[in-house]
């Protein structure tokens, strides 16, 4: 069953009402509605919109098991998340921030506990809510969607606006359009290379991958098959075709499609530390050797090609400044971080993760983590504290393949680099 929820905040209400009002009421999905509101006022929304759908609508309760064709309302002052298909609430702080993100910490439950069966779309709004929980649901497959405009333009474009601003958005469009475009996606089957033959498939594979060359100069020919078939039937099925040369044909003519597909396949899951053994290696055996002979008058340098959204290179960077607290003498450190992908690099620069994309940090190197002021992530989301901030260097890769002169690549004076 896909769950879908649907962001917004309180001065969204007329976005719901076109949604629902156009949600046949047995679609076979569930709902859950997070209005990113003041936690000091009572809220009515689950009685307004049961006066728009013929789904039972309900104010959602601690241990609610979600069921399709039921609509499911966070009470203001809450924050929901979703755990072994079950809503888990609990109470906002009294001194947690208005900019506390509800929307952003449910997409991410719903993420990790849907994958590919997640569906976050994001109405009309003030602020950031939610661009952070879109992100982890296009990373396990699910799909996206934001508020757009045919004459009915989200009367407050923040959170739309901030949420299209990422690249991870698969349908902009109105959202009275939703719910069609949502039966659609819901009721096709990912096309299936079985559906071909093995060299129909693969040549179909390649055309894509050379028209992905020209139109937005990177070569996926070398990609993983299975990887670029499954982000392509994804694209497909947003599209509804059926057909690998169909989809051929429209990525050719549609320059949007193809950055589109690009970003889709730039999309990796990585966490912080994520091979603890492999880091442990490198705290134990490469950052010594790294400081050796090293002084105030030094820089220690690392490279990081392929970094996503910093993760690994933010991981790199704890681990040499926890190094450096225990020096008497310490040099400089820089991490230089690189990636294709733009809008990873732009998640990167600014350092702020959702707090269950930090479960990989061991405990004690929670002290290069500091809660973030809120704005645009949730109240128990973190950024990298100043050191480790101001350590790694992010940029994208075509800028920085060659750094200072042509004859001086960035890795011949970082002695590490990791991949």
């Known amino acids: 069953m896909r769950v879908v929820a649907v962001g917004a905040s309180a001065r969204g209400i007329e976005a719901f009402r076109l949604f629902f009002e156009s949600m046949p009421a047995d679609s076979g999905m569930g709902f859950v509605v997070v209005l990113h509101s003041s936690a000091d006022r009572k809220s009515l929304l689950a009685e307004i919109i049961a006066r728009w759908t013929a789904m039972p609508v309900v104010e959602a309760a601690d241990g609610d098991r979600v069921g399709p064709n039921r609509v499911y ?65 296009k990373a396990r497959g699910g799909l996206t969607l934001a508020q ?25 469009v109105p959202v009275q359009d939703m719910p069609r475009l949502l039966m659609r996606v819901d009721g096709s089957l990912a096309p299936s290379a079985q559906a071909a033959s093995a060299l129909q498939t693969d040549g179909a594979r390649l055309d894509i991958c050379e028209i992905l060359r020209a139109q937005v100069s990177h070569d996926f020919s070398q990609y993983k098959d299975k990887t670029l078939l499954r982000r392509v039937g994804h694209r497909m099925q947003v599209l509804g075709l059926a057909a690998l040369a169909d989809y051929a044909a429209r990525l050719e003519k549609d320059h949007g499609e193809a950055v589109l597909l690009f970003r889709d396949l730039l999309i990796g899951v990585t966490t912080f530390f994520r091979d603890v053994g492999a880091f442990e290696a490198v705290k134990q055996v490469v950052v010594p050797r790294l400081f050796e002979g090293k002084g105030a008058s030094n820089t220690v340098r690392v490279w990081v090609p392929g970094c996503a959204t910093g993760e690994e290179a933010y991981s790199l960077a ?102």
């Open 73 to 137: 309302v966070v009470p203001p002052g809450h924050v929901a998340t979703l755990r072994q298909g079950r809503l888990r609430l609990r109470r906002l702080a009294a001194d947690v921030p208005r900019e506390a993100a509800p929307t952003d910490e449910f997409f991410d439950s719903l993420a990790a506990e849907l994958g590919e069966n997640a569906v976050g779309i994001v109405l009309s709004g003030t602020g950031h809510d939610g661009v952070l929980g879109l992100k982890a649901i």
């Open 148 to 172: 757009g405009s045919d004459g009915t333009a989200p009367q407050h474009s923040g959170m739309p606006d901030s949420a299209i601003a990422t690249g991870v958005v698969d349908l902009i």
């Open 318 to 419: 704890i681990l040499l400044r926890e190094h450096m607290d225990g020096l008497n003498a310490v040099p400089k450190v820089q991490v230089f971080a690189i990636d294709i992908d733009e809008p990873a690099i732009a998640t990167a620069w600014a350092g702020r993760y959702l707090a269950t994309l930090l479960g990989g940090i061991p405990p004690p190197c929670w002290a290069a983590c500091r809660p973030s002021d809120g704005r645009g992530s949730s109240p128990a989301s973190r950024t990298a504290t100043s050191s480790p901030r101001r350590s790694a260097t992010f940029a994208p890769s075509r800028r920085t393949a060659w750094c200072g002169t042509r004859r001086s690549p960035a890795w011949t004076w970082c002695p590490a680099a990791t991949c």
